[in-house]
């Protein structure tokens, strides 16, 4: 095998395409955190500023994290972009 082949998981034959399939969908007690990013470090940790946190069934909670350290561990998806319209 060489570098990058897997014998579990062989590559795609030449002349198929691969199937794209976007991110999986979040867990059902999943919380999405929206904010300005200020920093991080090469452990995805991060630190976030004006930070909105949206519970598992989607309501904001009141009021606004005005900073926000947030351990690169517990981050499943990165979304860049501007503020949410809405």
Request: one cysteine or more; glycine letters at 16%.
């Amino acid at each position: 095998m060489g570098w990058g082949s897997c014998a579990t998981n062989p590559p795609a034959p030449a002349g198929r395409p691969a199937v794209l399939q976007g991110p999986p969908p979040p867990p059902p007690d999943a919380q999405e955190l929206v904010g300005t990013l200020r920093g991080f470090d090469a452990f995805v940790n991060m630190v976030l500023d004006d930070v909105e946190e949206t519970g598992p069934d989607g309501v904001p909670s009141p009021g606004r994290i005005p900073s926000l350290l947030l351990n690169g561990n517990n981050i499943a998806v990165l979304v860049p972009g501007g503020k949410p319209s809405g």
